[in-house]
């Protein structure tokens, strides 16, 4: 069993910074894979990013390309989500999941391929 816990949610002007952050506790979370995603009101689930367990494959959704940046710190049994240059359109909760399959070598996409999530953490950014 995996726990998963992100924090680092909050208000933040549009063009600001934020650096989520989801800690994990329980066995294997250096095997896994991780992913980030999101929810706005009145939508789905979104993708964000995912990244293998030795990092050597990420991948991230068109929207937040080149703006968001997936890390992780496997000594720590932490992942990381640095946001930047922020718009209104990335409000919603964020969430941390983890592939409990270990050491498949890929970073899922797909929300059903993720066995184990966190509460998720709220970032809003106001018009």
């Known amino acids: 069993q995996v726990r998963l816990v992100e924090s680092g949610g909050g208000l933040v002007q549009t063009g600001g910074s934020l650096r989520l952050s989801c800690a994990a506790s329980?066995?294997?979370?250096?095997?896994?894979?991780m992913g980030w995603f999101r929810q706005a009101p009145g939508k789905e689930r979104e993708f964000l990013a995912s990244?293998?367990?030795?990092?050597?494959?990420?991948y991230y959704a068109d929207s937040v390309k080149d703006r968001f940046t997936i890390s992780r710190a496997n000594a720590r049994n932490t992942v990381y989500l640095q946001m930047n240059s922020l718009k209104p359109e990335d409000t919603a909760v964020y969430y941390c999941?983890?592939?409990?399959?270990?050491?498949?070598?890929?970073?899922?996409?797909?929300?059903?391929?993720?066995?184990?999530w966190g509460q998720g953490t709220q970032v809003t950014v106001p018009p």
């Open positions: 990244i293998n367990w030795r990092s050597s494959r990420l």
């Open positions: 999941a983890a592939d409990g399959v270990p050491y498949t070598g890929d970073a899922p996409r797909e929300e059903n391929e993720y066995d184990y």
């Open positions: 329980g066995r294997s979370f250096t095997s896994y894979a």
